[in-house]
């Protein structure tokens, strides 16, 4: 490969994810050009092992307070006294708080794959390569949640070492006050992963897991959340846990932090604390409005009687109209991106070819769209999927329907 054909691949990415497509991956966003224009700095050419003012390397004087404003910054948006930002991702922050927590021999209960919950909280992912037994716990299909009494029943019995909630397939809050109950009585910590729901519980949207009973909650900071693609622990912990959880990220997991991440957070999140509010209220109500009119034009939305989502995913099963697989493939052509899901009743196995699209829609919110663009959204996606109109034909349309559609909201302006 030249050099001319890579800039060709990186300029053909942008104009067409950026411009003409609708981009609907639950797990994706973008940043404010404000927090873009901090992440390309010559912070992402340094290193700065250590923690601010604490350093072993010479050079850190400028990310020295960046790290720590962040960092204060973070524990105000969350209102906690514990905030760890170095991080690089999501799945880093579980193997840090999974490792702070427990370890070989120990069980750890999760929603599993069936629930919603990620691959990290498997015994085939994070939890087991750290040498944990895993168990599930129960869910409720027709209420698409976690079935709270049976998984107190299986906390009492089972006595995990750890327990964990939140997920990637997430409709609705979480029962942390319940379990939270019930790991007290077993003796087991209680961890909630809030990888996709990060920018709602910012905004007052979803639940406030560390109010509720968690000790720790890990993240992503780029799904809802519309940071740096990252990684964050927050706490509310007794000091021997939280010093361990900092001990795993450095020295343990993460050498170099990734510097230019930091100062780009520290932009996304003081425009959380500013407009974090209506950006969660907006994507919330997007979720439900997308699938209202998808359930209105025929397709099998999920949790419908209960009004969809609270949150920023609607979850269909497509069985009918083909299929996870040939679902998302099709849309793709068409310019409409996002992902075929394992359903609650599929196997490992069907992952090649689930019952499920997940949807989410926090990055159109951003882009200013609201809830007559969802209704068009959907019109679009049935024009493929049930009216298995031509794909390219329907890419036109999609593009045209993005062109008003390319500046970030909810941030400052440069
Ligand atoms: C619930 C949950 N936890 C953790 C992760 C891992 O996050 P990352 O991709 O930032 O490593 C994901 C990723 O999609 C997720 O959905």
Known sequence: MDRKEVESLVSAQNQWRMRECINLIASENRMSPLAEKMYMSDFMHRYAEGSPYKRYYQGAKYIDPLEEGA???AKKLFRTDQAELRVLSGGTANTAAFSALGGHGDLLMSPGLAGGSHISHESFGVAGILGYRVEHAAFDESEYNIDVDASVKKIRKLKPKVVTLGGSVILFPHPVKEFREACDEAGARLLYDGAHVLGLIAGG??????????????????????????????????????????????????????????????????????????????????????????????????????????????????????????????????????????????????????????????????????????????????????????????????????????????????
């Open 71 to 73: 960092t204060e910054l």
């Open 205 to 414: 949207q979803f639940q406030d897991p560390l109010r509720e009973g968690a000790e720790l909650m890990t993240a992503s900071t780029h799904k809802t959340f519309p940071g740096p693609q990252g990684g964050i622990i927050l706490g509310s912990t007794d000091e021997e846990t939280w010093k361990r959880v900092q001990f795993r990220v450095f020295p343990g997991l993460i050498s170099n932090h990734h510097l230019h991440r930091i100062p780009a957070m520290a932009i996304a999140l003081n425009e959380m604390l500013e407009f974090g509010r209506e950006y969660a209220v907006q994507t919330v109500r997007n979720a439900q409005a997308l699938g209202q009119s998808m359930h209105e034009m025929g397709f099998n939305v999920l949790a419908e009687n209960k009004g969809f989502t609270k949150s920023h995913q609607i979850v269909l099963d497509v069985r009918k109209n083909g299929g996870g697989k040939d679902c998302a493939e099709t849309l793709e052509k068409a310019g409409i991106i996002l992902n075929k899901n394992l359903l609650a009743w599929d196997k490992a196995d069907d992952a090649v070819n689930p019952s499920g699209l997940r949807i989410g829609v926090q990055e159109m919110t951003r882009i200013g769209m609201k809830e007559s663009e969802m209704k068009e959204i959907a019109a679009l996606i049935k024009k493929v999927l049930i009216d298995r109109k031509p794909p390219a034909e329907i890419a036109k349309e999609v593009a045209e329907f993005r062109k008003p559609f390319h500046e970030t909201q909810y941030c400052f302006r440069d």
